[in-house]
Each structure stands twice: as structure tokens, then as C-alpha cells.
């Protein structure tokens, strides 16, 4: 693995010569989607990626975080996905332990050149190309519902406490998304990130693609 800080998606498959092998995979695109009305908000090329809701104070919107990986770049064609596990870094929160899902994104979506300064939770313009609350791809095309379009049911689970790194360990849906991923790679549009939303002040910010901490 890269370093600490970086996001990665073990892989743990097998041929069809029976060879068990593994692959660790680092994202290829990542992003915020910060709750606003016009989609005026992003940080595609940011350091950090959020969850949950910001306290009262900031208005208690909703931050849900988006990460792809190149399957079918990282996993040879035919091999039988047999286990996966993805590891975070989540570096900053004022909130006890949350839980922390990731479920099937079902739209293609997009990473700007949006860049927040600071500590990041209040985002950046959102610019051509970026996802945002209400786009996929901004000045393109829209989500069907704001906030993202991706499965109700979650593909793993995991509660997230004080600073540190975080795996989210192999299920069996895990398993699925990836396998129909590398089998169908028109169908990858990654997992969206989602925390506590439930109450204001639960939000977890996580080292993104672009960080080298």
C-alpha cells in the first residue's frame, strides 16, 4: 500500500488455473457531494472526503463521499473475486462513533478541478465536469435524486470512532459489486460513502486520492 493515508481496495481472487492471488487497487477518481440547492459546491481534486452532517452551527448539511476503482485495470478478466476489503484513513471528527456504509453508486459521476482550502468541510466552487449534490457531471448531466443515485441496500458497514485507519472487511455484496464490475466494466460507477445522517455534528473526514499524508 501506498502510504497510511491512501485509500485501498484489497482484492483477493483466483484464476482459472486455481492460482489464488491478491491485488491492491488505489482509486482512480474520488469526491465530496456537499448538500446545496444549486450545486454550487464540490472539491474534486481536494485532499479529504466527508461524511455525515456538519454541526448545527454550519447548517447541519450532508456530506456523502464518492470513490471509484479501476477493476478491470487491477483484476485480471476471468478471475473469480473471492474477497475484498477496502481501508480508509479518517483523519479528523468532533463526533463519538458513527457508522459508515458504502453502497453501489448506479450513475457515472465526475471529478473537477474544485480544490477547498482549510480544513475542507465547506468545500469549493464546484467547476465543469465536478459531482455535486444535484450533478453527475456538472454543466452535463444531473442525478434522478439529489444526493446521488446508488442502491438502498449497503454493501458493508462499519463503525468509525477517533482518527485512524479503517477496513471495511469482505461481505458478500463487497464481493458482488466487484465481480459484476470487473465482468461488466460499464457498470462501474464506484460506491458512495455515507455516514450518520440522522443528526447534526456526525460528519468524518477521510484522507482522499489526492492526499500524500
Given at each position: 500500500m501506498r502510504n497510511v493515508g491512501f485509500a485501498a481496495l484489497l482484492v483477493a481472487l483466483?484464476?482459472?488455473?486455481?492460482?489464488?492471488?491478491?491485488?491492491?487497487?488505489?482509486?482512480?477518481?474520488?469526491?465530496t457531494l456537499y448538500q446545496t440547492a444549486d450545486g454550487s459546491t464540490s472539491n474534486g481534486v481536494g485532499q479529504y472526503l466527508f461524511t455525515g452532517r456538519v454541526a448545527s452551527g454550519g447548517g447541519g448539511a450532508i456530506r456523502r463521499g464518492l470513490l471509484k476503482f479501476d477493476i478491470a485495470a487491477g483484476v485480471p478478466a476471468g478471475a473469480a473475486v473471492t474477497s475484498v476489503s477496502l481501508r480508509l484513513n479518517m483523519s479528523k471528527t468532533i463526533s463519538v462513533a458513527q457508522t459508515v456504509v458504502l453502497k453501489?453508486?448506479?450513475?457515472?459521476?465526475?471529478?473537477?478541478?474544485?480544490?477547498?482550502?482549510?480544513n475542507e468541510g465547506s468545500g469549493s466552487a464546484s467547476t465543469t465536469g465536478d459531482a455535486t449534490?444535484?450533478?453527475?457531471?456538472?454543466?452535463?448531466?444531473?442525478?434522478?435524486?439529489?444526493?446521488?443515485?446508488?442502491?438502498?441496500?449497503?454493501?458493508?458497514?462499519?463503525s468509525v470512532d477517533a482518527a485512524g485507519a479503517y477496513t471495511?472487511?469482505?461481505?458478500?455484496?463487497l464481493v458482488a459489486?466487484?465481480?459484476?464490475?470487473?465482468?461488466?466494466?460499464?457498470?462501474?460507477?464506484?460506491?458512495?460513502?455515507?455516514?450518520?445522517?440522522?443528526?447534526?455534528?456526525?460528519?468524518?473526514r477521510f484522507y482522499s486520492r489526492e492526499n500524500d499524508a
Open positions: 483466483t484464476l482459472q488455473t486455481s492460482l489464488a492471488q491478491q491485488a491492491v487497487l488505489t482509486p482512480v477518481k474520488d469526491n453501489k453508486v448506479t450513475a457515472d459521476w465526475g471529478e473537477g478541478t474544485s480544490n477547498a482550502d482549510l449534490w444535484i450533478h453527475r457531471f456538472k454543466g452535463t448531466s444531473n442525478w434522478t435524486t439529489a444526493g446521488g443515485d446508488f442502491v438502498a441496500t449497503a454493501s458493508a458497514s462499519l471495511w472487511t469482505s461481505t458478500p455484496q459489486d466487484v465481480q459484476g464490475w470487473l465482468t461488466n466494466p460499464s457498470t462501474n460507477f464506484g460506491w458512495i460513502i455515507i455516514g450518520n445522517e440522522g443528526g447534526t455534528g456526525t460528519s468524518k
